[in-house]
C-alpha cells in the first residue's frame, strides 16, 4: 500500500534563508506527486504537482520539488523564504488513474521569523 | 469559477444532533472528496464519489457518518448523532484529473 512520510513535522527558520520541507512516499508503482499548502484557518491550496516529464517542477510562490524515482523522494524546496510562508505543508501521492484519492502526509509547519 | 463551496463555514451543535454539511464542487468536476482534519489525526480522506458513485467509503468512522451526491453539483455529509469527538475541520474538495481543489472548511464543534 502507498504511503507518504514527511520527515520534519516542524521547521523554524529565518526570514531569506532557504528551506527544504522533505517528503518520502512508498508505491510498487508510477506516482503522482504534489505539495499542498494550508495557510491558518484556510483550505488547502496546491503548490505544485508531478505528472510526467521533467523531474524538477516549479510551482507557486517560487517554491519548487525535485521529484527522485530512486530515493522515492519529492522534496520541496524554496531559496529564499518570507514571512509569509509560514504555513502547513502537505506532501501527497496517488497512484492510480485520474479521479482517485490522494494520501496525504502528516504535513511540515513551516515557521518563518525575523 | 467560484471554487468549491462549503456550508456552512461553521457549525456549533449539542451531542446528539444531527449535522449535514454541504459541498458544492467546481463545475465540470467529476470526482469529489470528503476529508477531515484534526490535530491528533491529520487529514483524514473520509469517502470519495465519482460520476456522483461513492467508490470508497472505507474512511468513515462510523455508521454515524453517511454522505450521499444526488447530482453533481451537491453533495451532503450527514452525522447523526454527533459526538463530541467528531469536532473537526471538514473538507470537501473536487476533481477532474488529478489536482484536487479544496473548499474552505466547515468547522463543526460538538458540545
Known amino acids: 500500500a502507498q504511503s507518504v512520510t514527511q520527515l520534519d513535522s516542524q521547521v523554524p527558520v529565518f526570514e531569506e534563508a532557504p528551506v527544504e520541507l522533505r517528503c518520502n512516499y512508498s508505491s510498487s508503482v508510477s506516482v503522482y506527486l504534489f505539495w499542498y499548502v494550508q495557510y491558518p484557518n484556510q483550505g488547502l491550496q496546491l503548490l505544485l504537482k508531478?505528472?510526467?516529464?521533467?523531474?524538477l517542477v516549479k510551482g507557486i510562490n517560487g517554491f519548487e520539488a525535485e521529484f527522485n524515482k530512486s530515493q522515492t523522494s519529492f522534496h520541496l524546496r524554496k531559496p529564499s523564504v518570507h514571512i509569509s510562508d509560514t504555513a502547513e505543508y502537505f506532501c501527497?501521492?496517488?497512484?492510480?488513474?485520474?479521479?482517485?484519492?490522494?494520501?496525504f502526509g502528516k504535513g511540515t509547519t513551516l515557521s518563518v521569523s525575523s | 469559477d467560484a471554487g468549491v463551496i462549503q456550508s456552512p463555514r461553521h457549525e456549533v451543535t449539542e451531542m446528539g444532533q444531527e449535522v449535514t454539511l454541504r459541498c458544492k464542487p467546481i463545475s465540470g468536476h467529476n470526482s469529489l472528496f470528503w476529508y477531515r482534519q484534526t490535530m491528533m489525526r491529520g487529514l483524514e480522506l473520509l469517502i470519495y464519489?465519482?460520476?456522483?458513485?461513492?467508490?470508497?467509503d472505507s474512511g468513515m468512522p462510523e455508521d454515524r457518518f453517511s454522505a450521499k451526491m444526488p447530482n453533481a453539483s451537491f453533495s451532503t455529509l450527514k452525522i447523526q448523532p454527533s459526538e463530541p469527538r467528531d469536532s473537526a475541520v471538514y473538507f470537501c474538495?473536487?476533481?477532474?484529473?488529478?489536482?484536487?481543489?479544496f473548499g474552505p472548511g466547515t468547522r463543526l464543534t460538538v458540545l
Open positions: 464519489f465519482n460520476n456522483n458513485v461513492p467508490i470508497d
Open positions: 508531478y505528472l510526467s516529464g521533467s523531474t
Open positions: 501527497a501521492v496517488s497512484e492510480g488513474q485520474a479521479g482517485t484519492a490522494l494520501i
Open positions: 474538495a473536487s476533481s477532474f484529473r488529478f489536482e484536487q481543489f
